[in-house]
């Protein structure tokens, strides 16, 4: 007898389900987010030289005078990141913008304080006359707003001679680097100048001792080279020595650094005079250090604040003004001082 045929039993086992495979960028979505990145490579170079206090080479010293501005290209990142839906790059561009926002803060305390009683004040003027074309720009704030100190950057020989016939009632003494162009440098005072010594630089940079109040008070007027390329170790050069005559000076009583630094507070090499010297920049202690004087002349508006006026902790700030000068490609620096310390 035959057997019936078994039945075939077939077992289907059901697959486990896949997840579906990312969507590719649509290419306008690609294209955003090639350019969020690329928007952001600037801002993450600067803000991490920045961060490792360095001023490194072209171009990033040239970089660094814009460094607040850079949010604009690092906030534009994240906007189009986030437009493009790339999760990862957006935290990065959230984080690069982070960085610039942090490292565009001020660069020390606010509150500082100084002992002793008031004794003098002491207006400070520091003013850049480009090649001694804003002489009679500079004479007219002379006698506006009377200073007792007065550092002129980029003054030529017929500058010097106009100045310190103009105002010699005012200020009757002086010390100068007598030089053409941009290398001429005066330091106008209403009290006597002794010790007067030059920091070697391409551009004149003079100083002396001035006694305010029975005390020596040491002046310096700065003017280093720009940072412009090919010459950026030059500028480093020139900033190092003020540095240096700045540290020398340490402890030996009151201390003003005033000029056309060609330096904001974004350069280490800048900020090494502060620590060198343990001084502050007035326009900080007066809260205006962002501040731009820098430049005035030109397609773009004023993006930096390069010219200073760097005190020793004898000093108090009452305030600070930025004071356009005709025919000039600065703002001058007008800070009104309190020395302070005990009466000799």
Known sequence: ??????????????????????????????????????????????????????????????????????????????LLASVARRRVLTLL???????????????????????????????????????GQATGALIDTIRRERPQLVFVSECDPACGRALTTAVAAELP????????????????????????????????????????????????????????????????????RIADEAAALRGTGPRLFAGDFNASQDHAAFRSILGAGRLQDAARLADSSRTPTWPMEGPLPPFVQIDHVLVSDDFTARSIRFLDLAHSDHRAVLADLDLRGEPR
Request: charged share 10%; hydrophobic share 50%; aromatic share 4%.
């Open 173 to 240: 003494h002086h010390t100068a680097v007598d030089a053409g162009g941009a290398s001429g440098s005066v330091l106008l005072s209403a009290y006597p100048l002794t010790d007067e010594r030059i920091i070697p630089a391409a551009m004149g940079m003079p100083g002396a001792t001035a006694r305010i109040a029975g005390l020596p008070v040491r002046l310096q007027l700065a003017h280093p080279l720009p940072p412009v390329p090919r010459q950026v170790d030059a500028w480093k050069r020139e900033l190092g």
């Open 93 to 131: 561009a959230v984080v690069v913008l982070g960085a610039v926002g942090w490292s565009s803060l001020p660069y020390q305390p606010q509150l500082v304080t100084s002992y002793g009683l008031p004794l003098a004040r002491v207006k400070v003027l520091a003013a850049n006359v480009e090649y």
């Open 1 to 78: 007898m035959d057997r019936a045929p078994a039945a075939l039993t077939v077992s289907v086992t059901s697959a486990a389900p896949t997840a579906p495979e990312p969507q590719p960028l649509r290419p306008r979505h690609r294209l955003t987010a090639w350019a969020a990145g690329l928007l952001l490579v600037v801002p993450a170079l600067i803000s991490a030289c920045r961060f490792l206090d360095t001023d490194s080479i072209t171009p990033v010293p040239q970089l660094l005078s814009m460094l607040p501005w850079l949010a604009v290209p690092a906030g534009l990142g994240v």
